[in-house]
Each structure stands twice: as C-alpha cells, then as structure tokens.
C-alpha cells in the first residue's frame, strides 16, 4: 500500500461550521478512496491475522475473541477448526487380547486440527527368539526416545517394509524389552525408528464434534463382537464405548461387512499436552478395519478404511 497524500483537515475555530463539517466529509472519502486503490491483499498475512483474532485479539465493537472462542465477525466471518482425516490402507487386528489404536495416513483437510506421530527411537533384533533364525520376536536392548507401542510400524537396515509391533512380552513398559511383531524375519542389532499417526491434536481449548464411520470385514468364518472406543492422551475416555455385532465370511474369499458410525463431543483443556486416539477390540481375528481400491463397471472411488470428521461446536467447557 502506498502513502496516502490528503488535503488537510479543518481546524475548529471555536468549532466546526456546516462547511469544515462539509469539508471534513470530502476529504475522508478521498482517503477511503486512495486506500481501496492502493491495498493488495496478501494471504498468509490474511491467515495470520486471523489466526490471531481467533486465539484471543479482536475486540467488543469489532468481533473477535476475548480470551476463549466467542463473538462473532460479521465482516470477514469466523475461521474455526475442522479436520477430515482417512486411511488408504487396512489396519489388521493385532489379537484379540490387545486394543488396537486407529492410524490415518491421508489428511483431506487439517485447519487448526492435524493428526501426529507417536515416534520411539531404539536399538534392538528381530528373530525367532534364540538366534540364529527368521522369527517375529523383537528384542530390545536401549531406547534412545520415545515410547515403543503396539502398532507402531518400524523401519530400519533390513526390516521389512511395514512391520508392525503387534504386543509386548515382557520388559519396561514401552521401554526395553520383549516385543512381537507381524511378520517374521532375522534382523541383527540395528537402530529401529517407530511411528504412529494416530494422535488427533487440537490448537485450541474447547469443545469438539467428532464423527468417525469405519469400514469392518470379517475373514473368520464364525459370528464376533467389535467395540469402538475412544481415548483422551492415552487414556479411556469415560462412557465412550459402542459394540457392533460382526457376521461369518460369506464365503472363503468374500468378507461380511458393518460400517458403524459414531459421534461424540471431545473436550480439550489445554491443546499442548492432550490428543485424541480411536481404539478398537474384536473377539475375532480376522476381524479389521478394510481399504478397497477403485474400481470400474461402473467407475467407483475408493472406500477408506476409517473417516474422521471433526469441527469446532464451542469455547464453553462445562
């Protein structure tokens, strides 16, 4: 924006006649004139500003928030959180005596809500228990950080693309240890790295409408249960359960299918310590959480194996 160049105000001399006041008009429409002449929007400013009256400028007279989320803008509107959050690929059961935790490895949108990684750093062997030999025991001698947890894919010299840590077996809660993993191989003494995309982070305190929809085969050919749950910076959430009935295979290749849905409202206190995780349990261990490919005849996109929603509804906590 360039410097606005105005002809110079009227004095008041005791004070203002019908002409100053006339004048005085004149001359202000000049300046919003020059200014709208002169001003070039530039987003990322546009986006901070925002951001900032969000988190806590603003005023009375002019919108914003005063502290928490409240107000209005009737200008420009409310920038408010959402999220939409998927999966392009299946999530298995890792056994029927273990929590599974939902990962997500396809943002769509992420405005003031994003999904983190869980990461561990540690040293350790992968093979069938007492070396030489292919096996799925993962032994773990020193973590350099982190917290190992089931479900975290591992990567390293000589690991197999997308092994998973399945249980612990024995050792320093998530620390060094006897671990399983998913698929069977002999890896010597190496530097493993774990992660987890499954913890839901939130920028501001408030109250949160979350709606998540799972895609749930069953490869076992008996009836099961299937529970959903969620859990608040690793803990339960109180009262967050639901179960779902899970029917036999139709045949030995075509799955049974139950795509539940469920809602919640999800409080966060203080954004820099709490997060969000979904878990999951099935009595059956062909049960898991499905991705399917595109298809054609007709053309059809592909279905996710889980879907999460979630919005900002409001700044009060009760």
């Not at 206190?269 to 009595?283: G, H, I, K, R, V």
């Amino acid at each position: 924006m360039s410097k606005i160049f105005n002809v110079r105000l009227p004095n008041a001399s005791p004070e203002y006649n019908a002409q100053q006041f006339d004048q005085l008009v004149r001359s202000l429409e000049q300046i919003v004139l020059q200014l709208n002449n002169t001003y070039t929007s530039i987003p990322d400013q546009n986006q901070a500003a925002a951001a900032a009256w969000f988190g806590g400028g603003g005023g009375a007279a002019g919108g914003g928030f005063a502290g928490s989320v409240r107000g209005f803008q009737p200008s420009t509107g409310i920038m408010l959180p959402y999220a939409m959050l998927m999966s392009d690929q299946d999530q298995l059961n890792i056994g029927t005596t273990s929590e599974n935790i939902v990962t997500f490895d396809t943002p769509i949108f992420e405005y003031g809500i994003k999904v983190q990684d869980h990461t561990a750093v540690f040293t350790g062997t992968i093979d069938d228990g007492t070396p030489p030999g292919a096996g799925t025991v993962l032994t773990v001698s020193a973590v350099t950080s982190g917290t190992i947890l089931t479900g975290m894919k591992i990567a390293g010299t000589g690991v197999t693309a997308g092994t998973q840590i399945t249980a612990q077996v024995s050792g320093t809660t998530g620390g060094v240890g006897v671990y399983t993993v998913d698929t069977s191989q002999e890896v010597g003494s190496i530097t493993i790295t774990g992660t987890r995309a499954s913890k839901i982070q939130f920028d501001f305190s408030g109250q949160y409408l979350v709606t998540m929809r799972f895609q749930i085969s069953n490869r076992d050919n008996s009836t099961g249960e299937f529970e959903i749950w969620a859990k608040n910076s690793g803990v339960n959430y109180p009262l967050s359960n639901t179960r779902t009935d899970l029917l036999a295979r139709k045949s030995g290749s075509i799955w049974s299918h139950v795509v539940p849905t469920i809602t919640g409202v999800f409080t966060v206190n203080d954004p820099t310590t709490e997060y969000l995780e979904m878990a999951w349990w099935s009595d059956r261990a062909g049960a898991f959480l499905e991705h399917y490919s595109a298809e054609t005849s007709p053309t059809r996109p592909e279905i996710p194996s889980v879907i999460l929603t979630a919005a900002f509804i409001s700044a009060e906590m009760y």
